[in-house]
Structures are given as C-alpha cells and as structure tokens.
C-alpha cells in the first residue's frame, strides 16, 4: 500500500513540475497557414513595412508564414479574384477596373494615403501647376497602369485641356528624360524619380495629384470567397501587416536595415537615395486612422475613372471595398 501512495506521489509531482516548468511551445512551422503575398515588379523599399512585418515575427504571431511573390499587378488582381491567391497589393483604380469587369475583388486594408503619382518639371522650367502644361511635352511609362490613371485624373480635376499637351511614352525613364531635356515634363512617383533628380544634382517642381483629387491608393485586397469562407485570416492578415506598417513608420532606420536584408543588389553608393526614398514613402503613409477606407475617396475615384472613359460600366462603390477588418 505504501508503495503505491508512493508512486502515486510521484506521479503527481512529475505532472505539476512538467506543468510549471516546461517553456510555452512555439508554433512549429507547419502549422503556420502559408501566404503568397502578390506585390510589385521587384524587390523595393516601398516594401519595407511587409519585410519588417516577416523579420520582426509579426505574421508569425498571426499564424501565417507569408512568403513575397513579385510580378505584375494585374495577375495578381486576377489570381486573387480566382482563388489562386489568397492576397495581393494593388492600387484602389485596378480594383475599380477589375470589379468593371466582373473580377470579385475586394479591397480590405488601405496602405497608401496619398496617390503617389505626380508630374514632375525642372525647377527653372516654370511648370509648378497643372494648367503651366499646356504647350509643353510630357513624358510617361506607358498608356497603361497607375501613371495614366493619375494623368487622366490630373487631366480631369484641373480640366485640362489634354490635347494641348504633347503627351510622350518614353518608358519608365523618367528621371534621365528629365536630366536630358528629352521631355518638359514627366509622371512620376512621387516618392522615387525626384527623390533620384535630387541627389543628382536637380532640383524639380513636383505637381502631385493627390492635391487635386482623392485617388485610392495602394491596399492590400482578397476575394469575396475568402471574405466569406475566412475571415478569421484576412483579420490577421490586415493586423499584422498593419503592425508592420506602424513600425516602420515609428523606427524607419531599423526598418530600412531591415529592407536592405531583402534587396541584395542595393548598393552602399545607393543606399542614400533609396534611404530617402523610404522617407518619402513613410510620409504617404502617415494616418491617423491606418487601414481605413474613405467611402468618399472612392465614390470619388469611381466617378471620375467613368467620366474619363477608363471603365465603361458604373460599379457599386460598396462593394469596393470594407473596413471591417480594420475595425475589429
């Protein structure tokens, strides 16, 4: 008998020593849900608050192991509203588009602030406004993508009269048609070509359309099916995302390290600009309210995308997007 109140004992002092000592387990990596997050062209420090976001372990913490996949916007769009991507990062005009044609997208976490295209002129050409444009040449990448969404929308918020502009396609070399007197003028992101000039040795007026009309910019979108089948993972998705954002914004020297880790053929000659690229950047994505969607913004970007002739169908603004899983 006393052998077994014995063992019994022991038992128990195992049990209770096991409960107290034993270190929380961490989440093994195979049961983190995988994520193949759709951003741009190539690796940039635009990215940074999606490299700090993956460094600092926030996604981690969500239970998702989100993995970058680079290529081009309107794939991703097009994956996502299949189901062959559960997220991607895309401008608020490519959703008004796709939702135009029928793709079911759904913007859910707003990123950018501001829209950040402009037009950029040297600094003693005199073209600080929209209407100095008339009778000068203007260089932009392409007839396609955010560059001429945000050319048509300057066209339309300032009433310009486009066909007194010489509008040029000179690819996306912007900052060298500019050195080189190639163009008057150019579109730029405001956040890189004349951060580029500026370094070089030119100065630039920068005419930016977020100052004339509210364009969505780029968020983080899903599909309706995710929305409906799993929202539980677009909730952690948008907090953790948005916790990478919040802390690039508060330490952007650790997260510009961070970034550097993710772009190997940054250079030491290039780090500089590309430092103050990031802060140029941070400055769009400033808010007291990060994440949230402004029904008036888009409301504002779907009327105007229509009048300019850029989707030939109405689309239901509230159906664009949602701010629920920033709220919770």
Not at 5 to 22: K, R, S
Not at 49 to 73: M, N, R, W
Not at 78 to 105: K, N
Not at 165 to 175: C, R, S, V, Y
Request: proline share 5%.
């Amino acid at each position: 008998m006393q052998k077994l109140i014995f063992i019994i004992i022991l038992l128990a002092v195992l049990l209770i020593t096991a409960c107290g000592a034993a270190p929380a387990a961490e989440t093994p990596p195979d049961a983190l849900t995988h994520i193949d997050l759709g951003v741009g062209f190539a690796p940039n420090v635009q990215f940074a608050p999606i490299y700090v976001a993956q460094t600092k372990g926030f996604y981690a913490e969500a239970g998702l192991d989100v993995s970058l996949e680079h290529g081009y916007e309107n794939d991703f769009i097009a994956l996502t509203a299949q189901g062959e991507r559960q997220f991607a990062v895309a401008s608020g005009d490519q959703i008004i588009l796709a939702r135009s044609q029928g793709l079911p997208v759904v913007y859910v976490m707003k990123w950018y602030q501001r829209f950040p295209v402009g037009v950029a002129a040297p600094a003693d050409s005199g073209i600080d406004s929209p209407q100095a444009l008339a009778g000068q040449s203007v260089g932009i990448p392409g007839l396609f993508g955010a560059s001429y969404v945000a050319w048509k929308a300057l066209v339309y918020a300032a009433n310009l009269d486009e066909s007194a502009i010489d509008l040029q396609e000179i690819g996306f070399t912007q900052a060298e048609a500019l050195s080189q007197g190639v163009v008057d003028a150019a579109v730029v992101y405001v956040a890189n070509e004349p951060i580029q000039l500026k370094h070089a040795g030119m100065a630039v007026n920068l005419i930016e359309v977020s100052d004339y009309i509210d364009l969505v910019a780029n968020g983080l979108i899903t599909s309706e099916e995710l929305i409906r089948e799993n929202p539980d993972l677009i909730r952690r998705m948008v907090g953790a995302s948005l916790k990478g954002l919040a802390y690039t914004i508060e330490h952007p020297d650790e997260a510009f390290d961070i970034a550097r880790q993710f772009i190997p053929e940054m250079s030491d000659e290039d780090a500089p600009t590309q430092r103050a690229v990031l802060n140029a950047s941070i400055e769009l994505w400033r808010s007291d309210e990060p994440g949230l969607s402004a029904p008036e913004a888009w409301a504002d970007s779907a009327a105007f995308m229509r009048a300019s002739g850029l989707i030939e169908t109405d689309v239901e603004v509230d159906k664009l997007y949602t701010n629920e899983f920033v709220k919770e």
